[in-house]
């Protein structure tokens, strides 16, 4: 019943921000001022001619793989907004390379981009890049993953990262009714990229609210991994995160059930759930992730994942074009967080989106209902 309607509320939210666009639908843990400008608006300010590209100027996107499908349809999604609104846009994919990814950058940047869109592989890993848009008076704006160690980011735009992890580690206590029941119950944790800024919040979002009952007793964590460093996942790889629980089965639960696997996204949750299918014979856990990735949406309805973490990547597109034309047209640019994304030289002038819960209850509303999937692509 609880879940039902907190279900409910959550496509409502979700339908609300999809008709009306991200921006009117602000982080509820934005500060209190959420329309502040930002504060780096003097390095914001347009590359001297914004016309190079066509009606709107050129946007260079960098992607950094298309291995896994969010990445796809970001890269998607914003060249068609992008293209609908008057830019030419250089869009690249950069096969998890960080060398590839940087002359890719600097490519864009020789070619008379007007402003760089960047979600970076390596986090830290684009400082050359970043130092010749600067000089260049390119703004650059972080797409989803902080662009650390460096003063030439103009603006961020992603989805609450720590909220994210919050509504996984709310999802676990409220299925195991942690505040009434004692248990013990076995959890393991299973975070991202620690190259990727996004990873520790996540982890922390959700650590952060499961916390206590480990302390109390109340979870248990068979293998002792409770630290970020310990449990993170290189590259996000399905792979790694596979041999991994995999070891983890065979070392602490050859006799022993599992009641839960937080998973901090779906490509680590696959995963898990390909470990559990090849070495595990007990009850089978509860599984967390994050995307709604197609193969990962399918698990959750065939019961072999228990929930995601919806980001309509159309959303944050939407956000970003928006930016890029605030920025263009020397406007006020939205930014809803000017505190919490310090990237160890700035705190980037941030503008967050809401991640929405998503299980085998609201999956059709959240994602057919929306058009984000087809029913048939589901199958
Ligand atoms: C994104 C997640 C994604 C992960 C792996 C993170 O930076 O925020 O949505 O699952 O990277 O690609």
């Given at each position: 019943m609880k879940r039902k309607l907190l279900s409910?509320?959550?496509?409502?939210?979700?339908?609300?921000?999809i008709l009306a666009g991200c921006a009117a639908a602000p982080a509820t843990s934005a500060p209190a001022d959420t329309a502040a400008p930002a504060e780096t608006t003097e390095e914001a300010a347009p590359a001297e001619d914004a016309s190079a590209g066509g009606a709107g100027g050129k946007i260079g996107v960098s992607m950094p793989t298309k291995d896994l499908q969010r990445w796809n349809q970001d890269g998607a999604n914003m060249e068609e907004q992008f293209t609908a609104a008057g830019y030419e846009v250089d869009l690249q994919y950069?096969?998890?390379?960080v060398q590839t990814q940087l002359s890719q950058v600097e490519n864009m940047i020789s070619s008379g981009c007007n402003?760089?869109?960047?979600?970076?592989?390596?986090?830290?890993?684009?400082?050359?890049?970043?130092d010749m848009a600067k000089d260049a008076g390119i703004p650059v704006i972080a797409y989803d993953r902080l662009l650390m160690d460096s003063d030439a980011v103009s603006y961020y735009a992603t989805f609450?990262?720590?909220?994210?992890?919050?509504?996984q580690g709310t999802y676990v206590k409220d299925q195991l009714d942690l505040d009434n029941v004692d248990g013990p119950f076995n959890i393991e944790f299973t975070a991202g990229d620690p190259g990727d800024n996004n990873a520790g919040f996540f982890f922390n979002g959700?650590?952060?609210v499961l916390k206590p009952y480990i302390d109390e007793g109340k979870l248990v964590v068979q293998s002792g991994k409770t630290k970020f460093e310990e449990v993170a996942t290189p590259t996000w790889g399905t792979d790694v995160a596979q041999s991994e629980a995999e070891n983890r089965i065979s070392s602490f639960y050859t006799d022993k059930d599992i009641d839960v696997w937080l998973c901090s996204n779906d490509s680590t949750a696959l995963g898990v759930e390909n470990a559990l299918a090849a070495n595990y014979n007990g009850k089978y856990p509860i599984i967390t992730g994050q995307d709604c990735d197609i193969e990962n949406t399918k698990n959750m309805i065939a019961g072999k994942?228990?929930?995601s973490v919806?980001?309509?990547t159309r959303t944050l597109a939407a956000q970003v074009v928006k930016m890029v034309g605030q920025i263009l047209n020397g406007e006020t640019v939205d930014v809803n967080d000017t505190e919490t994304y310090n990237n160890n030289v700035i705190t980037v002038p941030s503008y967050l989106c809401e991640p929405v819960f998503a299980d085998v209850n609201n999956y059709k509303e959240l994602l057919i209902d929306s058009g984000y999937y087809t029913e048939d692509q589901l199958k």
């Open positions: 409910m509320l959550l496509s409502t939210a979700l339908a609300a921000s950069a096969s998890n390379d402003v760089l869109v960047i979600a970076a592989i390596e986090g830290s890993s684009l400082g050359e890049a970043l609450d990262n720590y909220k994210v992890g919050t509504v959700a650590f952060d994942q228990s929930m919806f980001k309509d």
